[in-house]
């Protein structure tokens, strides 16, 4: 037992130690300054902000500035992943403690679950006009991230795809949706075309079963149908 009138030093000095500083409080002091203390309430207190119940953070924080391989996790009610970073496969994932491969790629962010609702990712936009929310995927041969760098034809944009479980793996896809440059792009000319493919029986890939090109033809089977001149036709 250890008075409340003293103090458990750490490092053979006198500037690192550990001192019940009054009733039932704790205070942590490194090189003759304190670090932080624990009240008696349970309470933390790091200099001259405090944590008590809830954690309000009204500044900076970084978290695992060394990168070090160790993972960060938020439980909630009724998950015990509800937010999961794997620190040593770089995934942030929603809803379970491991990143999943599909098509021979794992995410670096995943929503994971086993229902309806753990399984739904919404975005939603709540505000008094026309404007929609948005999903965006952005294109550019820069390898630097935010510079912008001019496609050339062919470059594929996008793609959504639906990958399953075969028995084996989650390689295997059953359709996909994707956009491509269909042409000679420049600044502000940017045609583009989509592409609708679907798996037949047998296979485990897609071909393209149905295209809109960046001349508003529709082209089943390779055979191009022009509907119209205009949409609106």
């Not at 203390?37 to 902000?49: D, F, L």
């Not at 086993?114 to 008094?128: K, P, Q, V, W, Y």
Request: net charge negative; aromatic share 8%; hydrophobic share 35%.
């Amino acid at each position: 037992i250890i008075k409340a009138t003293k103090k458990l030093y750490f490092d053979g000095k006198s500037d690192t130690y550990i001192q019940e500083v009054s009733g039932d409080n704790i205070a942590f002091v490194t090189n003759d300054s304190e670090s932080f203390r624990v009240t008696s309430s349970g309470a933390t207190t790091y200099g001259s902000h405090s944590v008590s119940g809830a954690l309000s953070v009204n500044y900076g924080a970084v978290f695992n500035e060394t990168s070090n391989d160790s993972d960060f996790r938020v439980e909630s009610n009724g998950e015990t992943h509800m937010l999961f970073v794997d620190a040593g496969n770089n995934n942030v994932i929603i809803g379970h403690s491991a990143p999943v491969t599909t098509i021979g790629q794992t995410a670096s962010f995943q929503v994971l679950g086993t229902g309806n609702g753990d399984s739904h990712l919404n975005i939603g936009r709540f505000s008094a006009n026309t404007s929609p929310p948005m999903l965006t995927f952005t294109k550019s041969r820069s390898g630097t991230i935010g510079t912008s760098t001019l496609v050339v034809d062919g470059d594929a944009c996008g793609t959504i795809g639906w990958a399953v479980g075969d028995g084996a793996d989650f390689t295997s896809y059953v359709a996909t949706i994707g956009v491509h440059v269909d042409g000679t792009a420049a600044e502000n000319d940017t045609p583009g075309r989509i592409e609708f493919n679907t798996t037949a029986d047998g296979s485990a890939g897609s071909i393209e079963a149905m295209r809109l090109d960046c001349s508003q033809d529709a082209h089943f089977d390779q055979d191009v149908i022009a509907f119209s001149t205009t949409p609106s036709d």
